[in-house]
Every structure is written in C-alpha cells, then in structure tokens.
C-alpha cells in the first residue's frame, strides 16, 4: 500500500496536493452553486447548457495557444497567476450573490472569465507535474494522486454546498472558494523549484503553435487517445450538465439531492484514481482505456433507464469511475510518450480535448434535452461512448506496435535483441 502514495515523497507534489485539495473542494461547491443558481433562477436546461459552453469553450480556443507559452514560461510563476486570478473570479461571484445582485447573464459573463484563466492553468499545472516530480518512474503514480486529489474534493464539495445551499445560499458557497484559494497560494509559493533551462522559442506563437500541432497530430498514438478523450468528453458532458434535471424533475429532489449524485460520481471516480494508484507500470493501460470507455458506455444507458435515487446513485458512481480512469491513464501514456520540448502544447491538446469538446456537449445537452427529454439525451450520450469503445480496441494492436520503441527507449520495457523480436512477438504481443 506505500506505493498508493510514492510520488508524495517529493516534496514540492506533497506540498501542491493538500495545499490544491483544499482549493478543489471550494471549486466543487461553487460548480454545484452555480448550476444550482442557474437552474433556480431560469428554470430552463438551454441556459444551464449554454453556461457550461461559456465556461469551458475558452479552453478549446485559448488552450493551444496558451500550450506553445507554457512552454516557453515558468510554469510555477504562471500558476500563481491563474491562481490568483481565479480567486478573485470566485470573489466577484460571491460579492454578487450576497448582495442579491446576481443575474444569469452575469453568471455567464464570470463564466467566460474563469474559462479564460482554466485555458492556461489546466495545461501548465499538468507540464508542471513532471517539475514537481522528479523521478519519472514516479509520474504515473503522481498523475493518479492528482486524479484522486480532484476527485476527493468532488466528492466532499458537493455534499458541502448542497447542506450549505439549504442553510445559507449560494453566494456562501462563492464565498468559501475565495477563500480556499489562500491554501494553493501558500503551498505554490513555499516550494523550492529547481531552475528549469529557459526555452529557446524557435519562431513567433503561430509558428510554436503549427509545430505542435503537426508533432500531436502527426503522431498515431497520441492522435488517438486525444481524439478519444475529446469523445468521450463530449458525450459525457449531457449527465454532467442535466444533473440537476435529473435531480428534481426525474428523482424528485432537490439541492441535497444534486449533491448527492455529484458525489457518488466523485465518490467513484476516486476509486478509479485510487486504483490507479497502485499500479506501478504503465503496461495494460491502452486496454483498461478500452474496458472503461464500454463501462461509462453502459452506466451512462443506465442512468438514462432509472428513475430511483439509489440505483442512480450507483450508476452514476460507475460513469465516474469509469471516466477518471479512462482519462487519467490516457494522460499518463501521452506525458510517458512525449517529447519534453512539447509537453505542453500536447498537455495543452489534452486539455483542449478533454475541456474544449465539453462546451459542445454542454450546448447539445440542453438543446436535446428541450426537445427529446433527459432520458433519451443521456441515452444517446451511452451509445457513442460504446462506439468509441469499440474503435479503440480495434486500433489498440496497431498502437501497441508503435508505443513500444518508446518505451524501451525510456526504460519502462527492456530492449529485445533484434534476433528475438520476431519470436516475441509470435508468443506475447505487447502492451502499453
């Protein structure tokens, strides 16, 4: 069980994990407060699709671009930036609501801006974890920490602003974010960060940019796990955005009954990172990314069927489960296979993936969800994600094929001599 936690022996990741977990846990309350706020203002599932658009269509604008700077910037200094800007973004949120002059244009205008700052920090904060921790063979491990930092947070900061909806209102939740914000600073600005040598950035952004593009896009493996996790992204955003339709209109509930769900989808998702915390090898991950994207495939359908809370609660545990597994490992083989000198523009493409598919989905969720009902939106959401499932594991031999070199080079599998290839891979074919 010591190897579950190996990577927090570097200190700087140890610092940034509990320092984050307590920022992550007010980020969680103030997504369930929003939505909530959202829906009790407007009632309509259109507007609480077209403010997750806003929120998270920054990110697959802005995110590329921000990929080519992060790597020509300090990482470190650059998240005490955006981490400050988005305490402050949470600041505003709360002052507006507690004065009760909060508006759902307002709310979606605040949106935009923390979009804006999530496009450069999400992609810098995943280069920085190969600063953070130092030993690579530890990488993976420190990726599933992380994964399970967010997902603990989830799994409180939902249950906290459900109970605090109820006692309070939405703008305390706000205002507690601001606050946690004060952790992370702390622990970002107490670390001792090696100087890193100072990129020699080879022509303007747009040249950086097309470099970057054409290196992700160029190479199969990496083309197919991002083109993967933007699938998936996408059609799991429709559950993740009509949560609180489902709450009231199909489980009728309410607020508690929202952060109930979220949590069970927290509650597995930590799992799933916990899981992958104890793997200590790379090996097998291409199939489990199969197993898991036909798991979220199947739970998805099944929510889409349930009308009863506690069968929902564990259906929706399995999406999250399933989705933080299939998106963590996806990470760890795309940070374990490519080239430093682009990590962050690949991590930036991960991040345009995962973040920038969702605002589409968030859009079409609320507009199918209007005209075809909850139900049959989810549903449709299941079905492409089996069929994603499916055309992975049909390219998922080729893929092995590629990766493997790679991973010789760096180590994680022992270099075959050329006399024996042949052999070996009549008997065992190879994984990654």
């Known amino acids: 069980m010591l190897s579950v936690g190996r990577a927090l022996a570097h200190r700087n990741f140890r610092l940034y994990f509990f320092g984050q977990t307590i920022s992550l846990i007010g980020t969680w309350m103030q997504q ?6 959202v829906y009790r203002l407007s009632g309509s599932p259109f507007l609480l699709g077209l403010v997750g658009f806003c929120g998270q269509i920054p990110a697959f604008v ?14 470190h200094r650059t998240l005490v930036i955006t981490q400050s800007l988005a305490m402050t973004q949470a600041a505003l949120m709360a002052v507006l609501a507690l004065t009760g002059l909060i508006a759902v244009w307002q709310v979606i205008v605040l949106a935009v801006v923390l979009g804006l700052v999530n496009a450069f920090d999400m992609p810098t904060r ?21 994964s399970s930092m967010v997902n603990a947070a989830r799994l409180v900061g939902p249950a906290l602003a459900g109970l605090i909806i109820a006692l309070s209102s939405e703008g305390a939740c706000f205002l ?8 992370v600073l702390i622990a970002l600005l107490a670390m001792r960060i090696a100087p890193r040598p100072a990129a020699v950035a080879s022509g303007n952004v747009l040249h950086g940019l097309r470099e970057g593009f054409v290196y992700a896009f160029g190479f199969q493996p990496i083309r197919t796990l991002l083109a993967l996790v933007a699938l998936v ?50 090996i097998g991950l291409g199939r489990l990314i199969a197993l898991m994207t036909g798991l979220l495939g199947v739970a998805t359908l099944g929510v889409s069927l349930s009308n009863v809370l506690w069968l929902s609660l564990v259906l929706v545990a399995l999406t999250g489960l399933a989705m933080i ?50 139900p049959w ?7 492409v994600c089996l069929a994603g499932a499916l055309v992975f594991a049909i390219r998922l031999p080729a893929l092995r094929k590629i990766v493997r070199p790679i991973y ?13 290839q042949s052999a070996v891979q009549l008997t065992v074919p190879p994984e990654e």
Do not use: C
Not at 127 to 145: S, Y
């Open 377 to 383: 939106t989810i549903a449709l959401s299941g079905l």
């Open 233 to 282: 992204s996408l059609a799991a955003m429709p559950l993740a955005v009509l949560m609180p339709v489902l709450a009231g209109d199909v489980l009728h509930g309410g607020p508690g009954t929202l952060g109930l769900l979220t949590a069970a989808s927290g509650l597995g998702a930590l799992a799933g990172a916990i899981f992958l915390a104890t793997r200590k090898t790379v």
């Open 176 to 183: 507690l974010n601001a606050i946690s914000y004060v952790a």
């Open 62 to 75: 802005v995110s590329p671009v921000a990929g080519v700077l992060t790597d020509r910037w300090n990482r």
């Open 325 to 374: 597994v299939q998106l963590a490992a996806s990470n760890t083989i795309l940070q374990t296979i490519v080239e430093e000198d682009k990590r962050g523009r690949v991590m930036s493409l991960y991040t345009a993936a995962f973040m920038g598919t969702a605002p589409i989905g968030s859009l079409l969720a609320g507009g199918l969800a209007s005209s075809i009902g909850t």
């Open 32 to 37: 369930i407060a929003m939505t909530w706020l």
């Open 408 to 420: 010789q080079q760096v180590g994680i599998l022992p270099e075959i001599p050329s006399s024996l």
């Open 126 to 146: 995943h280069a920085f974890l190969i600063e953070m921790v130092e030993d690579r063979a530890d990488l993976g491990n420190g990726i599933a920490l992380n």
